[in-house]
């Protein structure tokens, strides 16, 4: 892998206080994985579009009780804010999520429990697969696509709109995110333009795995 060149972007206010949120460090570089994920597509995303949800997030909670509050905390009771507050936090979250279930030499398979609850819900990897991308490909306009352990402890693909996410008290379906992909045009268009079903194909190849199990391993069973 690749050595991080990244530092955490911290904010700060002009009487020199900490924002709340703040921009973590990429766990690769921006190059680290082409040619599915190119560079320059990496670098907006991150610099310009994460940037933005943390700015704008910051901005929504300011002076505000949240200002204090976790991420989570926010996301599970989000109903009743501002919809500022409903697409900055879940920016915010989801691209900290994606960043890290990315990896360059990655795209294998999953492994052991969760091999197994994939093959059990699904039939098999591919089939899978192939139901994961259609959660993406029929997600109309923006959003998101997700593999999550729902509330009956039961592995289940859903999309989201925009950036809202299963741990948002209004979600259609509620769970625990265990794999998450951004199908917003941004994400994907420099190098895919219109072909979204291509960058789908390029997630699997760069999705690491073991990142998804280590996310499956910590829920209760
Ligand atoms: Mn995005």
Redesign the pocket.
């Known amino acids: 892998m690749l050595s991080n060149q990244l530092q955490a972007v911290s904010t700060f206010t002009e009487e020199g206080n900490s924002e709340p949120f703040s921009l973590p460090a990429l766990p690769y570089s921006y190059e680290a994985l082409e040619p599915h994920f190119d560079k320059l597509t990496m670098e907006i995303?991150y610099t310009k579009?994460h940037q933005a949800y943390v700015t704008n997030l910051n901005k929504a909670v300011d002076g505000t009780k949240m200002a204090k509050w976790s991420l989570e905390e926010i996301l599970s009771t989000v109903s009743k804010y501002p919809l500022a507050v409903r697409n900055n936090a879940g920016g915010h979250y989801n691209?900290t999520f994606f960043w890290n279930i990315l990896a360059d030499n990655a795209g294998d398979s999953p492994r052991g429990r969760l091999a197994a609850a994939i093959a059990r819900k699904f039939t098999s990897f591919e089939a899978f697969k192939e139901e994961f991308a259609k959660a993406g490909l029929s997600r109309f306009g923006s959003g998101w696509a997700w593999l999550i352990m729902n509330e009956k402890k039961d592995l289940q693909i859903v999309s989201s709109p925009n950036q809202d996410n299963p741990l948002m008290d209004l979600a259609e379906v509620k769970g625990i995110p265990l794999l998450g992909l951004?199908v917003?045009e941004?994400?994907y268009y420099l190098k895919y333009q219109n072909k979204r079903a291509d960058y789908i194909t390029a997630f699997w190849r760069v999705l690491n795995w073991r990142e998804v199990e280590k996310k499956f391993e910590s829920i209760p069973q």
Request: hydrophobic content about 30%; aromatic content about 14%; overall charge negative.
């Open positions: 995303h579009h691209h951004d917003w941004h994400a």
